[in-house]
């Protein structure tokens, strides 16, 4: 039985049994006129099957799902002879033989060796989802049985229901918990890798960026050079500008949108400018290379500047036409909900409406405001194609936005593009940068959460 026809009729299981139990709970105590002397509601007894019912077959499933790739090639590899055969022989065969498999192109195999191993292969899928179907069905029925037998009017249906549900919050909870950490950990484990061969002080403090490397002992040169001093400076130069074009746009258009355009206005302005957020990033990248670059460089040859065909200027001024949304909405959102007590106080003290802004409104709302702020540099920091596109892939120690620069995050895309190898510096540094970028996002958001502690505790 497919999987998803299996898992159809787990639903199907699941539901008679949330109606059988809910039945059964009513017949105990003499009908639905009396359902008031159960112990819980008679939904809550039939929640509480439904859950007996679904969660070991769902449980195997997935563990089924993971022993059952390995359980099955370690079968298949059992017929070669390993005497004959080597490591990575036997893999090719195991997976060629899948490949046919999923393929169903078996009976035109030529080789007999691959077409013994994919018929195999293929025999061992068929029982393995055979015996699959029949022990998660069975472990349904038998969940469901287990509880029907349970119910008594006694029962405490409900506490159990919440307590499995308090378990799921918590492991979904856990579940983002442990991700973040898995992510963390994998980066720095590689990142500690690549602190062995460059020392972190040239890393960290090199003034020159060219990670090439040497493949081969004969090869000459590339020897590699891993100063991150300009991908950190081309980050924070592109970011800046952006920040500079968002920041005061999505404020003044958020402050008008929330207490100066009139209710008709804002149900079309906003709606439009939120259009921004949704554009893919490689649009605006067609945009500034097609556009933004070109009128900046004929603008400074103008006025006798010298501006590179791909510069910081025109990426940063287009990724902050990008993130004017994120600054916007969010701090518009912010600002409506500033109580409307604190401004009919400020107008009652004679305070104008740009005075309540200023020394109520705003301050209120700061904490809020931050935030959008701090949302919008993370994503200009973690930008990729409008970097590619407009400034290039130079890695140049500059803070003129009028010449050619990168960002980190261009250089750990270019790291890591095409075959490489995992134990040579030039790949081990997209982690150690990856890495610097974390601590960066982090520091971020601890001062952001300084703020809103400050501010919430003075105006809450």
């Given at each position: 039985m497919a999987i998803s026809s299996l898992i159809l009729l787990l639903l199907l299981l699941t539901a008679a049994a949330y109606l059988i139990a809910k039945r059964r709970a009513l017949q105990t105590v003499g009908g639905r006129r009396n359902a008031s002397q159960l112990n819980s509601l008679p939904s809550h007894y039939g929640a509480l099957a439904a859950i007996w019912c679904v969660v070991p077959a769902l449980v195997l499933l997935l563990l089924w799902g993971v022993l059952e790739g390995p359980v099955i090639d370690r079968q298949v590899a059992a017929q070669l002879d390993?005497?004959?055969?080597?490591?990575g022989n036997v893999n090719l065969l195991l997976n060629q033989a899948q490949n046919l498999v999923a393929s169903g192109r078996i009976d035109s195999e030529t080789d007999p060796l691959r077409r013994g191993l994919a018929e195999h292969y293929r025999d061992l899928q068929d029982r393995s989802g055979l015996l699959r179907s029949v022990l998660a069905i069975a472990l349904a029925v038998i969940g469901?049985?287990?509880?029907?037998?349970?119910?008594t009017r006694t029962l405490r249906a409900r506490t159990r229901v919440e307590r499995f549900m308090l378990g799921v919050l918590a492991a979904s909870a856990s579940v983002a918990i442990l991700t973040t950490?898995?992510?963390?950990?994998?980066?720095l484990f590689e990142a500690m890798q690549f602190f062995r061969e460059v020392p972190p002080t040239d890393f960290l403090f090199g003034t020159v960026w060219s990670p090439q490397t040497a493949i081969r002992a004969d090869q000459v040169g590339a020897s590699g050079s891993f100063g991150a001093i300009p991908l950190f400076v081309g980050t924070l130069l592109i970011s800046a500008i952006a920040l500079t074009v968002?920041?005061?746009?999505?404020l003044m258009s958020a402050i008008y949108l929330s207490e100066?355009?009139?209710a008709?206005?804002?149900?079309?302005?906003?709606?439009v400018m939120e259009v921004l957020a949704g554009i893919p990033t490689v649009v605006y990248g067609f945009f500034a290379v097609l556009t933004v670059a070109p009128a900046i460089r004929r603008l400074g040859e103008s006025i006798g500047l010298s501006v590179a065909s791909e510069s910081a200027l025109a990426a940063g001024l287009v990724m902050g036409i990008m993130i004017i949304p994120f600054v916007s909405s969010l701090s518009d959102?912010?600002?409506?909900?500033?109580?409307?007590?604190?401004?009919?106080?400020s107008f009652g003290l004679g305070a104008t409406k740009?005075?309540?802004i200023r020394q109520v409104v705003f301050p209120a709302a700061l904490p809020g405001i931050v935030g959008s702020i701090l949302l919008a540099a993370s994503r200009a920091i973690g930008e990729t194609m409008i970097v590619v596109m407009a400034a290039g892939l130079s890695a140049n120690l500059t803070i003129n936005p009028l010449e050619a620069v990168t960002t980190v995050t261009v250089q750990i895309v270019t790291l890591l593009t095409g075959d490489q190898e995992f134990d040579s510096a030039k790949t081990l540094a997209a982690f150690a940068l990856g890495l610097m970028l974390f601590f960066t996002t982090l520091l971020l958001n601890v001062f952001a959460l300084h703020v809103v502690r400050k501010y919430r505790e003075q105006y809450e």
């Open positions: 390993p005497a004959t055969l080597d490591g469901t049985a287990f509880a029907c037998s349970r119910i950490l898995g992510i963390v950990l994998s980066v968002a920041v005061p746009i999505g100066y355009a009139h008709s206005v804002r149900s079309v302005a906003k709606p959102d912010v600002i409506k909900a500033v109580p409307q007590a604190l401004r009919d106080g740009s005075e309540t």
